[in-house]
């Protein structure tokens, strides 16, 4: 009996500590980096850095250039958030919302001339990322790529 | 109120209680010797399973080792150790110790050591049969009994306790004690007299 | 002072036969049996009990093990001696804490993994909302690699620079 108790007691307070340390670690900072990317037919354009984006999209999308126009790092903790400008007039302001079951949540909002234009929440995994585009640019789209990593 | 006999070895209880609060591993040798087969046949009354008191034993000496420095010799030593058998074999069930034995082996007239059966010995003279098969219901009858009955029993059979005794050590009336132990008597005997038949 | 009991009392005389009487109802109890066979039974039958009962139990000693006792004992008296580290290092590996070390180390790991490990093989973001004033949007996954991408298509206002 003696050993049961022993063994629940154990169970409760390593269980305990899991959680508060899964709980601590969703205040953890989460390391963001935004690439934003011009993707057009207009050739000679390609950045060879994109290669393996234009590899992933390739099934997706039809441009034939990829070319990284600016790159952000932004580092956020939980519920702060980070603004980027974008050309056009436009800025996107990313917000953390938490992190949970492996995921963060981040709110994405893409403004244009100060306004809100489009917005999304996005649970997204560690060391992975998201592609949020369609914005005409020049003679191509802008594709703003989101990687996370906390 | 130390009795001051001497036992087999030569030394008095009161040199015996200092040796073992010293730790000397002679003093508990003699301990176990002298007082095993007592302790023995009193938590197998109690428990009727030979393993358990076994075990039961075991762990009443460890006890010993673990409480002596605290023992003031309000009572005798065995009077200590008895109390401690009783409740440590009341209390085995409650524990789940039992559940991680593999065999139950409970008590019975033949069979002595291991798991293994012995085999029954071929036609013995009547007499032995009819002892054997007298043993036999009156282990029956014993298991019919509660715990408590039969630890009542074995203080009074074999410890020769008294009523007040016994009622201050079980924490009863002594009147409870009284009628515990007619009817176990009572069952003994139905079971008995059940069990021989007509015979004599 | 009544010579004689009243009526045949069986407890009675299990009473008388453990001592427990006083000498009054002792001496009741004696006059009583002489002259009550089935009272005077009953004291047979307990004495009769009794003896059955010390053979029985003696009979039973055969399963005990005096050496193996003592064994046990010896060996928890040295061990309470040895230094303590020893006993430290002892108690870790006992099976009292080895049982629970082993059975919490596999709830925390399952703890571990039911909080940690995100299903296998998902979308790298699972899009909770999406709105915007915007023509259309649409949600697009690679196909190799899972990343997920949003697009819109923004609705025809201002200037393109």
Same mark, same amino acid.
């Given at each position: 009996m003696k050993t049961y108790r022993i063994t629940l007691l154990f169970a409760i307070i390593v269980s305990i500590l899991i959680i508060q340390a899964d709980k601590a670690w969703s205040e953890t900072t989460i390391d963001l980096s935004v690439k934003t990317i011009l993707a057009s037919?207009?050739?000679?354009?390609?950045d060879p850095n994109l290669k393996r984006f234009k590899d992933e999209l390739k099934d997706l999308f039809r441009y034939s250039s990829y070319q990284l126009l600016s790159r952000d790092n932004l580092r956020l903790n939980q519920k702060n958030s980070g603004t980027i400008s974008l050309p056009g007039n436009r800025s996107m302001k990313i917000t953390s919302k938490g992190i949970s079951g492996g995921r963060v949540t981040l709110q994405v909002e893409m403004f244009r001339n100060n306004r809100q234009i489009f917005q999304t929440v996005v649970r997204l995994l560690n060391d992975s990322e998201v592609t949020v585009g369609g914005p005409k640019h020049e003679d191509g789209n802008l594709l703003i790529n989101i990687f996370a990593s906390f | 109120m130390v009795s001051n006999t001497s036992n087999t070895y030569g030394w008095t209880e009161d040199e015996l209680i200092e040796r073992l609060k010293k730790g000397q591993e002679e003093a508990y040798r003699i301990l176990v010797r002298e007082y095993h087969s007592r302790l023995y046949s009193l938590a197998c009354g109690i428990t009727m399973d030979r393993e358990e008191s076994q075990d039961i034993l075991q762990e009443v000496f460890l006890k010993v080792c673990s409480n002596i420095k605290g023992? +003031?010799?309000?009572?005798?030593l065995f009077t200590w150790l008895r109390r401690i058998t009783v409740n440590e074999s009341l209390n085995w069930r409650r /524990?789940? +110790?039992?559940?991680?034995?593999?065999k139950h082996q409970p008590l019975d007239t033949e069979g002595t050591e291991g798991g293994v059966e012995l085999e /029954?010995?071929?036609?013995?003279p009547e007499a032995m049969y009819q002892k054997k098969e007298l043993e036999k219901s009156l282990n029956n009858g014993l298991n019919l009994l509660s715990e408590e009955a039969r630890t009542i029993f074995a203080l009074r059979e074999?410890?020769?306790?008294s009523y007040d005794e016994i009622a201050a050590q079980l924490n009863l009336s002594k009147g409870t004690v009284s009628s515990r132990l007619f009817y176990a008597r009572q069952r003994l005997k139905e079971f008995l007299e059940k069990d021989q038949g007509g015979d004599s | 002072m009544q010579e004689n009991l009243p009526h045949c009392d069986s407890e009675l005389i299990s009473r008388y036969y453990d001592g427990e009487l006083g000498q009054v109802e002792r001496s009741q109890v004696e006059r009583h049996i002489l002259v009550c066979p089935s009272c005077k039974q009953s004291l047979e039958d307990i004495k009769e009990i009794s003896s059955q009962y010390g053979a029985h139990l003696a009979h039973q000693?055969?399963?005990?093990?005096t050496q193996e006792t003592e064994k046990h004992v010896l060996k928890y008296l040295r061990r309470s001696e040895a230094p303590l580290w020893t006993r430290i290092k002892e108690t870790f590996l006992s099976k009292k804490i080895l049982v629970p070390a082993t059975a919490t180390a596999c709830v925390a790991l399952l703890l571990i993994s039911v909080l940690r490990?995100?299903?296998?093989?998902?979308?790298?973001a699972i899009v909770t909302s999406v709105s915007g004033d915007v023509s259309s949007i649409i949600i697009l996954e690679a196909?190799?690699?899972r990343q997920t991408i949003l697009w819109f298509n923004e609705r025809p206002e201002g200037q393109s620079i």
């Open positions: 037919q207009k050739p000679g354009r390609d | 023992f +003031k010799g309000k009572s005798s /524990r789940a +110790k039992r559940r991680f034995r593999w /029954r010995q071929e036609s013995g074999l410890e020769g306790l | 000693s055969a399963g005990m093990n490990t995100p299903v296998a093989d998902s979308p790298s196909p190799e690699t």
